[in-house]
């Protein structure tokens, strides 16, 4: 028997879904020192299968959580990708044999795949918001979510499946990081999933293989004129993964009670014929059909209950976008929620959320439809998916149209355009001649990051004085600093033993809402950090000298930047570029009147 | 009251001492499947202070026993010093900075100082340790050691300090990591230390510091009229070590009471005024006075006693010199130790430990007499001093004379010499295109290994296959690879989970004995692996392509090899060169004879 409770716990954010996407929501939320609650149908964490790739940006991700590690460590790597084919003629030969990420057109700093299961991933998310203080609700299984009238609260329900009684929360926030099936997606309305089903199904198997296919530790994707098409996906543990198609068009949809791993299995050792494929041990199996399809709405009308994850997106696995992007759904939303909860931004901040993670979802399902097609057609037409959306695939091309976070997009011919990512690069640390990577060096703690490229020091310090006026007490951002302090000051995020290195401090001493960050051609012996306006004195951990890379780090952001001016690039708290701008010397009120405008969402 | 006892136990290595040089040995054994006891008197582990830097080659060593994730993440680094000096008539001020590990002096891959302190470094070697089920004997202090008559065993006393008795256990070998004051040299005869003790002496303060020095987080060296030298060191977790010099002379020896952290805190505020300089917190305080010795001897005549570490050196804190060649003297001492203790290598293999290490020990204490004086001299005697020694400071330097273990050194000009450290290369694992470290790549589990360079496989592929039928079960080097087996297959090292990840079968199943690999700028695309001879291919994780490095990594081992020769280079298991070699593409057989004379001292 079920029995109705009244409000159990109170809390800000509720998240259904303890799977990538909902665990990187929450992780981030903790991070921030935001009350968040976790609630998870599974009694336990994901042990074996489901997703199994972590493209470059999101290993990005990662290391800028300072979260990467364990994953780098224990996970295999995949570099290449190789093609083989069989046709009535030929026998099955390697018809190609490619770098997976190439530097020239994805400039990624990780350019590989990062192959581990996602219990993995999930438990390196887990391990540290544990430390953090919070939990995943375990086995509880979201039921239903209304609105009192008069406070706007939520009344969130779910069923405790080991006492079987149902408990509500109450809360600010629900987001449904719950799956395709999602059911907090069916309290938003007009939510639903749009596009095709088709019928073309994959059976996918993790074992580890006894075989003579010499491309076994290369991503290989296989086409056989006998039996259909493979993907070989290289996996920690010797493991290998194959995705293997049962049928591609409507009419053959194979049974799914006939797609049992011995079918998948003699349908792979077919397809792979003359090389000899048996398995030692199986540590998965699953089969799915594709589709692809996003959902109409990722959050209601009240800005308050959000979907992310394969709750807005479906398609393919054969790309590894699915965990990837619903990470990147949720890493998007927890600034955005962590802001609004403040009461540091106005909560319109959180339409950017669909604004921006719709029209990824959008450009997945485009290019999921047409990489699938590819796949079964033939070599050239794949290569040439890959190559017309290899940036995409690596993460490092998903692109935010134009915004209120993303402004002034392409009216400038440069590398760096607002809506993308940080182009990585590497620089020298001034105060401890430290070199490092910009896009990682500064850690995710919910600020804005203002870089001001000032390629000659001495030069620029009167446009800088200027600008750092802009910074203090009595101005607009002075004051937004000093209210992000004191919410801060209030409700701090809970110290970890591991802040006692990483210092914190050193990034927020200046503002807790902005990082101030200077990037110089000039030497180290031309300055002294104490020529330096104040607002920049306090970001001594964050100057940084332009001496290591080749191209310069300004030069790969800014393509040429003269020595008469000034570059400011404002990255947001996920780092997308928000403004790209360059100013000559005399500029600086201007220049400093553009970036209180781009912040006026939070004023 | 303390009674005697009958045997308690019995192991094969008993260990001494549980700081790093104590821990890097018991580690080693315990990963290379040797029974050993580890005792300290100590109740717990060295929780701040003492030892604090890691050196270049010691951050390397860690690396190759992926136990580096740690260090990385939570140590500071150094990568410049900074010169500071006032004089009667000018103030305190920079004379120069600089880089202070130079690539084109030094050369290695993490070219800085990693300042954690040691507690941190032992906490990494005993969490390792521990998942092999190898733990710390507490609270135990080494009291004695007698030959039994007969069997030539070792009885080792020692005491229990909690339940104040006296416990006796059987080994076969006796360490001492017991430090300066070490009791077990005692226990070899004619080991006294010898040298010099000046009576410089020096107080170290650890603590988080508040001043507007602007060098804080550079290694600073500063020589002050009114009161002496002081040597800055960042550390971890915001803090700062200072070395500051009470005297330099033996009419001025400070007395030990007199040398109070306070009173050594005012001589560092007197050095470095006009800027403020106050504590925070002060971690550790210690003092010592600095002298240059070495022990006579570092093992007894029967190969069965030795000592490593402070036990057997040493000299001033300075240079951060101590640890590190501590944990290379055991890290030199346990794969010796291992193939005896396997039968097989005879036992005059462990006197190579005497003559590698004391060595060490001589270029050390010569240097640091040599570095104190530069660094109460001047600026110019010290910048001299450093660029004469950098690379033997940074642990990249530090070689082994001609011996058993080193073959034919500087016989012909290359750039790596048998003797030396390999040279950092990066190349492209062939199975899977992954680009690795090749002084990085293959693990450390006690065996040696024999790298074939190869410019062109399909020209090589005769000699190689002349070379590695030398190989087979029937001949002396197969011999070997089989008593190997035989010997790993009675006594394997403890399965750990980190195994399943590492897959150490990969680098062992074409001997357990060596692991073979082949270095060559032949494409991918110009062999498989299935045209090697069958030791290479049952190589296959350890086949790499050289097209990433510039120069290339045979250029940087070799110099130049040309198309028709084959390079063959022996490295030891702790990553010393034992032999390199050029032959013509016709010499496979007597190459073949060469490596077997090399291994001579298994066979």
């Not at 600010?172 to 089903?197: H, M, N, W």
């Not at 959000?306 to 619903?326: K, M, P």
């Not at 000032?454 to 600093?481: H, R």
């Not at 690039?569 to 009147?593: C, M, N, Q, S």
């Amino acid at each position: 028997m079920i029995a109705k409770m009244a409000v159990d716990v109170s809390t800000t954010v509720v998240v259904v879904g303890a799977g990538p996407s909902g665990l990187m929501l929450a992780c981030n939320l903790a991070r921030f020192g935001v009350d968040v609650r976790i609630l998870d149908d599974r009694p336990d964490k994901t042990s074996t299968g489901k997703a199994d790739g972590l493209q470059p940006k999101t290993i990005e991700t990662f290391r800028q959580m300072r979260l990467a590690d364990p994953l780098l460590r224990n996970a295999a790597r995949v570099y290449d990708i190789s093609f083989w084919q069989s046709t009535a003629e030929i026998p099955l030969r390697r018809t190609g044999r490619q770098t997976h990420y190439p530097d020239n057109l994805v400039g990624a700093s990780d350019p590989y795949i990062l192959l581990a299961h996602q219990g993995m991933v999930e438990e390196v998310l887990i391990d540290d918001m544990e430390s953090r203080g919070v939990f995943v609700t375990r086995s509880s299984r979201f039921v239903s979510c209304s609105r009192e009238s008069g406070t706007g609260k939520l009344n969130i329900t779910y069923e405790d499946m080991s006492s079987k009684t149902i408990k509500t929360i109450r809360a600010d926030y629900l987001v449904g990081c719950d799956g395709a099936r999602s059911k907090v997606r069916e309290f938003i309305p007009d939510a639903q999933l749009e596009g095709e089903t088709t019928n073309a199904s994959w059976g996918v198997l993790d074992g580890v293989l006894d075989t003579n296919f010499p491309d076994l530790w290369s991503k290989v994707a296989v086409r056989s004129h006998v039996a259909g098409s493979i993907l070989w996906i290289p996996r920690e543990r010797n493991m290998t993964r194959l995705y293997v198609q049962l049928s591609e068009t409507d009419g053959e949809r194979v049974e799914r009670s006939k797609a049992t791993a011995e079918y998948v299995m003699q349908r792979a050792r077919d397809a792979m014929y003359p090389f000899h494929l048996e398995w030692k041990t199986i540590e998965w199996f699953g089969n799915y059909v594709v589709g692809q399809r996003a959902a109409k709405h990722f959050m209601d009308s009240d800005l308050q209950i959000f979907i992310a994850g394969d709750a807005g997106h479906c398609h393919s696995a054969l790309a590894a976008q699915g965990a990837n992007t619903s990470m990147h759904d949720s890493f998007n939303l927890a600034w955005k929620l962590n802001l609004v909860i403040r009461g540091l931004a106005a909560p319109s901040l959180l339409a950017t959320y669909e604004e921006e993670r719709q029209k990824i979802a959008y450009d997945l399902i485009n290019f999921d439809a047409e990489h699938c097609k590819a796949f079964s057609k033939d070599d050239s037409a794949l290569t040439k998916n890959f190559d017309d959306n290899i940036r995409f695939i690596s993460g490092v091309g998903a692109e935010y149209s134009e915004g209120m976070l993303t402004r002034n997009r392409h009216t400038i011919l440069r590398p760096l355009q607002s809506g993308a990512l940080q182009i990585p690069g590497r620089v020298t640390r001034y105060i401890d001649a430290n070199p490092v990577d910009i896009q990682l060096d500064i850690p995710l703690l919910g600020q804005f990051r203002i870089y001001f490229f000032v390629p000659d020091v001495p030069k620029g310090l009167g446009f800088l004085s200027v600008i750092c006026e802009g910074f203090g007490n009595a101005s607009a951002m002075g004051t937004l600093s000093s209210r992000a302090r004191q919410s801060y000051a209030k409700k701090p995020p809970t110290a970890v033993p591991s802040d006692e290195f990483l210092q914190p401090l050193r990034y927020t001493s200046a503002s807790r809402a902005f990082t101030y960050a200077m990037v110089t051609q000039s030497c180290r012996s031309e300055f002294e950090i104490i020529d330096l306006p104040k607002a920049l004195q306090d970001s001594r951990w964050t100057l940084y000298l332009d001496n290591v890379d080749t191209p310069r780090c300004t030069d790969k952001w800014f393509g040429t930047l003269q020595r008469e001016q000034v570059g400011i690039v404002i990255v947001r708290p996920d780092g997308y570029v928000g403004a790209i701008d360059t100013w000559g010397l005399t500029e600086g009120k201007v220049a400093g009147k553009r970036i209180e405008d781009y912040f006026a969402f939070m004023m």
